[in-house]
């Protein structure tokens, strides 16, 4: 089966500007998280998204914001861009919202910021 | 939060040699899961070890968890150039809301 799905794979954007990053889970996997991985401070969990709900949130300012879709599809978007949002932006799924189990991670998609 | 610490940071070695990594957490676990990113890309789930078990082999892998001293060794052996990439570890326990909480990963360089 098809694995998870990231649009695009890369993205130059300038600062104040906005993005939307979009994820497609494996199908049948109903949840869907979302990283920020920079070399200086690794993975970081930004939110995960179960049934269409924000089930949990990591510590980003609100500028960070996603949405799940009832077919299972995510959508993150950022807002006013700054330089320090560059990164590699990952998305992951699972099966029945149990990342205890594993994910599946995409290929991310690198934003670059200037 | 990053709870897992692996050690070391980064690794070269020469292929057809063993690479051993060690991840240190800091809470009670459910489970320890391993991944791989190659450069620049998502990670690959490897293998994942309950809490109640001691070892478990994947192909070349070999995983070994300690929950007395809250640690977890993952090797490789037999490396090849293929096997260079980053490697991460995740701990999953129920006071964590279902999420995984990361190591900061070591640094696999396999060398030919």
């Known amino acids: 089966k098809a694995g998870v799905t990231q649009t695009p794979r890369y993205l130059i954007k300038t600062r104040g500007q906005q993005v939307t990053l979009s994820c497609s889970p494996i199908s049948g996997h109903r949840s869907v998280s979302w990283y920020q991985q920079t070399p200086g401070q690794g993975l970081q969990f930004l939110f995960e998204y179960f049934s269409e709900t924000q089930r949990n949130k990591g510590n980003f300012p609100g500028r960070f914001s996603g949405r799940q879709f009832s077919n299972s599809r995510s959508e993150m978007n950022v807002s006013t861009l700054e330089l320090g949002d560059s990164a590699l932006y990952l998305c992951?799924?699972?099966?029945?919202?149990?990342?205890?189990?594993?994910?599946?991670f995409g290929s991310g998609t690198r934003l670059t910021v200037v | 939060s990053q709870q897992g610490e692996e050690d070391p940071q980064a690794l070269s070695i020469q292929e057809g040699e063993n690479a051993t990594m060690n991840c240190s957490y800091k809470t009670s676990i459910n489970n320890l899961q391993w991944y791989r990113q190659n450069s620049g890309r998502g990670l690959v789930h490897l293998i994942l070890i309950r809490s109640n078990e001691r070892e478990k082999h994947s192909g070349r892998l070999r995983v070994t968890l300690d929950t007395s001293k809250k640690s977890s060794s993952l090797l490789i052996t037999a490396s090849r150039a293929a096997d260079t990439a980053s490697y991460f570890c995740?701990?999953?326990?129920?006071?964590?809301?279902?999420?995984?909480?990361w190591g900061a990963g070591t640094k696999l360089i396999i060398k030919p």
């Open positions: 995740a701990t999953a326990n129920m006071d964590s809301n279902y999420q995984l909480i």
């Open positions: 992951a799924s699972s099966l029945e919202g149990q990342p205890f189990y594993g994910y599946t």
